[in-house]
């Protein structure tokens, strides 16, 4: 299969969904800023106009609902921060102590709980505002202020317009792509089982499945948001998949500790040296290789390899293996049935495979 070209893996790029969602989430925020600044410099001819497009940033958001919850709270903070700023310059008047003094106090309103997590706005915001500007006045308090309610209507606007798409579809991929790079780490392992893996390689299988987790985890955001990006959102048209989505993500989990456990055992293996029974080491590792070809194949059906798996442990159960290796057979046995189980459960899902 030939290699893709450059222009090639651009537009693959492109397609991804959590690509092209961060692309809106960016377009969005620089028009927010852009228009806020226009309104305010050019049209309105506020003091302190960069206060509009600074606010619009804070506020635009990637769903409807999360411009509205963490937008406020910006507008809080940037509202407290220019308030402060204000009564700080009017008590002790322009300079170095003021200055001080005023970020002293942000600080402190960044450990308040409705504040928390846009503390440091309040900071930053007592910053600008004092290094900016000279006017004391209460008239250049009222023109800072409009700046930001300016910021916040804007981005309210554009984000309405322009809403947040739905984000199943970045969370779908995610699912796919953790299938995938579960079936490659379970073909890598029986490729190394064959070349008698030492303690380094299978190392290195469990520190993948860590990577593995990871990507959980940023799965497990894509599903959140994509709950969220339902709520208050114009462009909905459908139900949100996000549940099944969360099912799904709950299984690959268990998933990813089996085959995390499968390789902790063959490491432990490989440090004692120990020399597997070819009656076990040959039918597993092909059971191993075949479940990992399926599972990065959502299409493949996966009843026939429990099938297998259960064969082997009844061969086994009459060969009279040594005791000694039943704890490891056992367990490798039954951690390959436990993933068939998931893989079947994740593959026939309909945010899987869509029926």
């Given at each position: 299969m030939p290699m893709p070209t450059r222009p090639q893996r651009v537009r693959r790029?492109?397609?991804?969904?959590?690509?092209?969602?961060?692309?809106?989430?960016?377009?969005?925020?620089?028009l927010a800023a852009v228009a806020a600044w226009l309104i305010a410099d050019m049209l309105l001819g506020l003091d302190q106009a960069f206060l509009a497009p600074w606010t619009a940033l804070l506020t635009v958001h990637a769903?409807?609902?999360?411009?509205?919850?963490?937008?406020?709270?910006?507008?809080?903070?940037?509202?407290?921060?220019?308030?402060?700023?204000?009564?700080?310059?009017?008590?002790?008047?322009?300079?170095?102590?003021?200055?001080?003094i005023a970020l002293l106090f942000a600080m402190v309103f960044a450990r308040v709980g409705l504040l928390r997590d846009e503390g440091l706005t309040v900071a930053t915001t007592v910053l600008f505002v004092i290094t900016a500007s000279t006017d004391t006045s209460w008239s250049g308090l009222g023109d800072r202020l409009?700046?930001?309610?300016?910021?916040?209507?804007?981005?309210?606007?554009?984000?309405?317009?322009?809403?947040?798409?739905?984000?199943?579809?970045?969370?779908?991929?995610?699912?796919?792509?953790?299938?995938?790079?579960?079936?490659?780490?379970?073909?890598d392992m029986a490729a190394g089982?064959?070349?008698?893996?030492d303690e380094q390689l299978t190392g290195d299988w469990v520190d993948r499945t860590r990577t593995l987790d990871r990507r959980l985890d940023t799965a497990w955001g894509l599903v959140y948001e994509a709950r969220e990006s339902v709520w208050g959102n114009p462009r909905r048209r459908r139900a949100s998949s996000s549940e099944e989505?969360?099912?799904?993500?709950?299984?690959?989990?268990?998933?990813?500790?089996?085959?995390?456990?499968?390789?902790?055992?063959?490491?432990?293996?490989?440090?004692?040296?120990?020399?597997?029974?070819?009656?076990?080491?040959?039918?597993?590792?092909?059971?191993?290789?075949?479940?990992?070809?399926?599972?990065?194949d959502p299409e493949a059906e996966v009843q026939e390899l429990r099938v297998r798996a259960d064969r082997l442990a009844s061969d086994l159960s009459d060969k009279g293996l040594p005791d000694l290796r039943w704890?490891?057979?056992?367990?490798?046995?039954?951690?390959?049935?436990?993933?068939?189980?998931?893989?079947d459960d994740v593959a026939t899902s309909s945010v899987v495979r869509p029926r």
């Open positions: 790029w492109l397609s991804r969904p959590d690509v092209r969602s961060d692309l809106v989430q960016i377009l969005k925020s620089v769903t409807v609902y999360r411009t509205l919850s963490r937008g406020m709270q910006a507008v809080v903070a940037t509202s407290v921060g220019v308030v402060l700023s204000f009564l700080a310059v009017q008590v002790g008047g322009h300079g170095a102590v003021t200055l001080g409009g700046a930001t309610a300016i910021g916040v209507a804007v981005a309210l606007v554009v984000n309405t317009v322009a809403a947040a798409p739905l984000r199943d579809e970045s969370a779908r991929q995610q699912v796919e792509e953790i299938d995938q790079g579960l079936g490659r780490l379970l073909r089982l064959r070349e008698r893996a989505l969360s099912r799904v993500l709950g299984r690959l989990e268990e998933g990813i500790a089996q085959v995390r456990g499968m390789a902790r055992l063959v490491y432990e293996s490989a440090l004692v040296a120990e020399e597997w029974d070819p009656a076990f080491r040959d039918p597993f590792i092909e059971l191993l290789d075949e479940l990992g070809h399926r599972i990065e704890p490891l057979y056992g367990g490798l046995i039954e951690m390959a049935r436990a993933v068939i189980t998931i893989v």
